[in-house]
């Protein structure tokens, strides 16, 4: 039943067509669509109705589903593929049955993963579409970092790089407290510090930075306070957000409030619900809804 009421949602929901009660009558309500146990019947109308009494989130899930599978910029074959690699590993590992026992059966549960992979992809469908604006918000760079705790290895790095070492060896042979990798960073990353985003708003170079200091102060045990130092060094590699586009739509996908997305996404294709009891129920969770 679960698998009927996921393909009917929104056929139902955006078809139907509201009587002078406010009350929804769907067309054919009277047709069998599910016969459940002991030969108990369930019509069209019986699943609409019951729709109108679950999770709002749910609802709005199913809408979303199917509004991915029409974006162009989402491979549902990828998704696929990624689901057919999951369903293997729990198979190997013996999962089947407690998966069976918990969605009703494989198929059910491929479904299900399924749609939670269409609507996370739609994270990254609203921030390529509103790409130019969080780029300008956002100011990302590509770097690496090397995080030292004493300044004297931190002039020791800068120095190996300008003699001909690569970045990264010269901050691991130099005592990094890190391993420097390639990556993108913005103005909203928590990860860091506020004195380094202080230099990158600074400058628009690229390449090597000077010593960036950062100092924390901590109450010790004995009341007193204590300062400690920390020391980046960055290889600045591109400002530009297309150089590595894809890094980025990645990383501010990760990052977006879902909420956020399902609005989006909700008031672009102007959905709408006519049946009072359904109108109550989304609106209360969805403002754009109202």
């Known amino acids: 039943m679960k698998k009927a009421l996921g393909i009917l949602l929104v056929l139902l929901t955006l078809c139907a067509c509201a009587n002078k009660d406010n009350k929804t009558k769907i067309s054919n309500g009277s047709d ?27 609802i709005v899930n199913d809408i979303l589903k199917h509004i991915a599978l029409k974006n162009d910029n989402i491979s549902i074959d990828e998704l696929n593929t990624q689901v057919d ?40 469908v609203y921030v390529l579409e509103n790409y130019d604006r969080l780029v300008s918000e956002d100011t990302p760079v590509k770097m690496q970092m090397a995080i030292f705790a004493e300044q004297a290895d931190a002039e020791k790095c800068i ?20 391993t420097p990798q390639s990556n993108v960073y913005s103005d909203a990353d928590e990860t860091l510090a506020y004195d380094v985003k ?27 306070a204590v300062e400690t130092s920390t020391y980046y ?11 590595f586009k894809d890094e980025y739509v990645e990383m501010m996908a990760a990052r977006q409030e879902l909420a956020t997305v399902k609005n989006y996404f909700l008031e672009k294709h102007e959905i709408s619900f006519y049946d009072q009891d359904l109108y109550k129920l989304m609106s209360a969770e969805y403002e754009v809804l109202k």
């Open 85 to 124: 690699e999951l369903i293997d590993m729990y198979q190997s590992m013996g999962y089947e049955a407690y998966i069976i026992a918990q969605y009703g059966s494989m198929d059910a549960f491929r479904e299900y993963y399924l749609s939670q992979l269409l609507v996370n992809e739609l994270s990254k």
């Open 32 to 58: 069998v669509i599910f016969t459940g146990p002991n030969n108990v019947s369930y019509t069209r109308q019986d699943m609409y109705d019951a729709m109108k009494t679950i999770d709002a989130d749910l």
């Open 198 to 224: 202080e230099y990158l708003n600074s400058t628009d170079t690229l390449g090597l930075s000077s010593i960036i200091t950062s100092t924390n102060s901590t109450v010790g045990a004995d009341g007193t």
């Open 159 to 178: 120095a190996d790089v300008n003699s001909g070492s690569t970045f990264d060896m010269a901050a691991v042979n130099n005592n990094s407290t890190n």
């Open 233 to 243: 060094v960055l290889n600045i590699e591109s400002r530009n957000a297309d150089d």
